[in-house]
């Protein structure tokens, strides 16, 4: 069986009636290939020496790309009447390295769950600049995204920022929502914008003389006094006369505009995987459902040009995540993560019973604090959360997408998802606690669903003599219990042709597995471990995770892992919404 | 199996014959990360940068007018008085400063009814607190309704006239605590000229009655009309709300500059709305009253009678079907949230119109019941089809806004 990665050259068509078209193309393809695996020499090997990579390369010059945004009008109906209907691929994630993993890249960095991230270092999160300094602030223009009031403007120091306000009904929420969550989708590894919890006192504020600002008639005249106070009347206020806000600063490089949650970007030479089949962003899906991260549109995202190290390349944000934990667009959005916007099944039984089939957002209880807005965990269901809108990289998300994922969000621990939550600075401790408390119930649903839905063995490895040692992420996050048994398929592998051998089954009570005695020991040899588990509670577990190992000096090298083969829809993941 | 056809085995047999040379053109790489980084090589010489389609480029006007700004042409389906059928218009606006604007408007009906104006609109005075609309404009209708006076008229009853009507007016809101509290005060001056009808299958008003029997028979009025408004507006917006309400107060005196016709009138309105189980179901409640007061020694005209029935209160009767000098309007809507954009109701209205406020009670009233569905976003309701059944038939309302 020869994977062929996301980082190898095959790249599916994005759009679906293309993928329709290409479908009896691609078993041609699957034939050609067969009749042609002897001429190794137009074959890539499944492994390369530097596999499994860590960093994916970005080797060319990217400072061609142009801004370009796509109107949010188009994206939403787009998302809501076509992208509803999408047919997810099963394609595997075309980004993960050969042993299943995301690679750092201009997208994702690796952190909570490739390494330990401690209870200072997620307070700081994306941070490594100075704050503003509030002493003084220069309006320059109105805040162009976000829902949430706010203007552009510099501090005292001159730097450029985004200040957003708390709307009345929220005090202290939407800030602190979006001081949560840039700590926590920083710790997922996404890059994220500095953001800042500061204050604004109108009277130390002046009015850039140039600034300005779009009217209805579509002119754009001198930013005025009266359109500050047009904004500050709509806000929470301080007791003292300030407003708390969220200061974002204003990013590196040239701005480009959103990225898309589908296709590649034709003006980034580095960018060729389909963003659907980019691992972090099916993610999302996952990450969006813990944090309740509604407003998951291209929008809130923004790609930017920055030279490195003397090379120019695309980078990618999630620019806003301020529409998370019980952040809505209004007070009353109750729908908001049951359903989309329009929902095709939602519609039809509400339409049909005259609203007596009662959806679940109009009974569930929340516990609300006015800081916090509706988040609860009780009756919470990640695989039945929704956001505004689907993206074509939710609609994709495969169960190992997902179980990627949700390791990723059970590396949180409660002392971590606790500090998260202080830096939003609540007034009201109880708040704070509720908020952590949410997230940590919601956190151990996602725990639960998604490491018992496929095969949880993980970190699998070799030692010296050949011997299997391995763990049960399930197991491990007290999600699951009982008796196993693992079993192991050990098999020659041929690099070259993608061919194996079969050796010989083993299999164990315990996470250690013997080897066979005929297991090539060979300098540069492979072997192809299979292993499956068998419990009673799991039959979703006999579906084999492939392993492959190389043989390095004294010792084997997981170089291959894959936990559900290509084309495999989701299964744990309930089936997506149709309209 | 072989079913994906010709394209497809000619791709096979391309590949067949492909390997060498491939193999000629991209040297092998050694490594994960020279083949990616070959890869993104052989991107480079397709580069190009996004191109928006043809969707994206109409969402794009689309938007740009919704949000930015830059409206001119528009749709108008406004009628120049309610019975006139189905509506077509258009209307054109230009803003003369960043907030005020100019809008250019017209519209014709089915039944020939034509409405022409000019408004002026300035929605941000007195720091946001008030708004001026300043209007003008003129409107004919060729067949209004009308079945007698009083509740107890019968269908076969129905004669019909028209109208001619130039009219000019402002009118000022101020929310003097930017919520809550709206005050509305207004003048307008208007000259009614009523007429024969013009067409249609119902013998015209004069060949029934006399101006003894009718007062404002073939009048000509024109009026100097002021009006004021004390009103509690707790609504999201008054063109679409699942929950809050309105309760007001107006106040009219129409002065006839012949003393001829001179009357006062007073509206007393209450909406209600009850949102349940999150505002998946809101209960609607409505109740306006209108009273009139003759001026001494004046009367008023039939056509400026309060007046039941038509797509906005009695749905299951005639424009028009039911005038006398006072009037009371209960309304009932049982609302259901179908998704973001959509909604259902049932509905019940009831009404009556008597000669003396004491005949305003809840006897003999009229009812309809009916069924209707809502296209609306979150301030406004752009279309609504209800279908209403009362004793008198069954009745259809397109209308672009809000029934309350």
Redesign the interface.
Known sequence: MNTRHL???ARRATDPAQAARR???G???V???A??AG?A??Q?PQF????P?SR?????DAS?A?S?Q?????EM??NLFVTSEYKPSGTRARNV??VDEVPDSSWFTNRIGAVAVTPDQITRGPIVGQPPDPSKWVLIREKTSGVHPGFTARDAKGETFFLEFDPPYYPQGATAAVAIATKIFWALGYNQVESYLTTFDPKLATIEPTATL??????R?PFSQ?DV??IL?GVAKNPDGTYRVIAGRLLPGKVLGEFRYEGT??????D?VPHEHRRELRGLRVFGAWTNLTDLKAANTIDTVITENGRTRVKHYLQDVGSTFGMCN?L?E??LSW?H???GD??RK??LS??FA??P???VPYEEYPSVGKFEGDVFDPRKWRPQTPTIAYMELRDDDAFWAARRVAAFSDELIRAAVHTGQFSDPVAEKHLADVLIKRRDKIKSIYLTAINPIVDPRLDAKGRLTFANAAFDAGVASGTATYRASWSRFDNATGMTQPIAETQSQTTTIEPPAALPTGAGSFVAVDILVDHAAHAAWRLPLRTHFRREGDGWKLVGLERVPDGRPAGANEKTSKR | MWSFGLPALLLAAALIATPRTVAAQDAQPGTRAAAIEQDQAAKVPSLKPYQANAGERWAQKAQDILVGGGVSWHPFFESAYSGGGFTLGAGYMHYVGPYNSLDMRGSYTFRGYKRAEVEFMAPRLFKRRGSLSVLGGWREATEVGFYGLGTGTVKEDQTSYGFERPYASALLTVRPTRRFLMLRGGLEWTRWAQEPADGGQFPSVETVYTPATLPGLNATVSYLHTQGTVGFEYRTSPGYSRRGGFAGITGHDFTDQDGDFGFRQVDYEVIQHIPILREAWVVSLRALVSTTFEKDGQEIPFFMHPSLGGGSNLRGFSSWRFRDRHSMLLQGEWRIMVNRFFDTAVFYDTGKVGDHVSDLDLTEMKHDVGFGVRFHSPFATPLRVDIAKSREGLHFVFSSSAVF
Do not use: C
């Not at chain 1, 994916?56 to 060319?60: H, K, L, M």
């Open positions: 980082l190898s050259r479908r009896g193309a078993l041609v393809v034939l050609a290939t009749l042609l001429t020499s137009t890539r390369y020496p530097d596999d990579i994916e390369p970005e080797s060319q061609k142009q370009y796509r109107p949010d009008m188009y109906l787009y390295n050969t779009r009217r209805p008639s579509g002119a005249t009266d106070n047009a009347e970007r034709p003006d980034d030479p580095n060729l209004e009353h109750w729908d359903e916007f329009i929902q939602t519609t509400r339409l005259f609203g009662l959806s957002w109009q009974t």
